[in-house]
């Protein structure tokens, strides 16, 4: 079955860190592009960070030297590791790739 499964998302502080994870099956992971998405209540969802086949990454600069991206191919996942988090992170955050979506998982920054 070809899936993204998504964890590691929660309530935290502001100024505290989480990271994410996506697991991946049914499909040739280490051959794609995976990236991950935001959706906070009311917006749209927004491009966050991707991670090539080859591992360069890039971000977008909401995020920037605060987010990092990184996969493990023998493992089939992608990591996001979010840092210094802030109010405005907080979203339902998915992980995309090979044209699927996954389930979504919430990340709440509040005091």
């Known amino acids: 079955q070809v899936q993204l499964v998504e964890s590691g998302g929660g309530l935290v502080q502001p100024g505290g860190s989480l990271r994410l994870s996506c697991a991946a099956s049914g499909f040739t992971f280490s051959i794609y592009h995976m990236s991950w998405h935001r959706q906070a209540p009311g917006k749209q969802r927004e491009w966050v960070a991707g991670i090539s086949s080859g591992g360069t990454t890039n971000y977008a600069e909401s995020v920037k030297d605060r987010f990092t991206i990184s996969r493990d191919n023998v493992k089939s996942t992608v990591y996001l590791q979010m840092n210094n988090l802030k109010p405005e992170d907080t979203a339902v955050y998915y992980c995309?790739?090979?044209?699927?979506w996954g389930q979504g998982t919430q990340v709440t920054v509040s005091s």
């Open positions: 995309m790739g090979s044209s699927i």
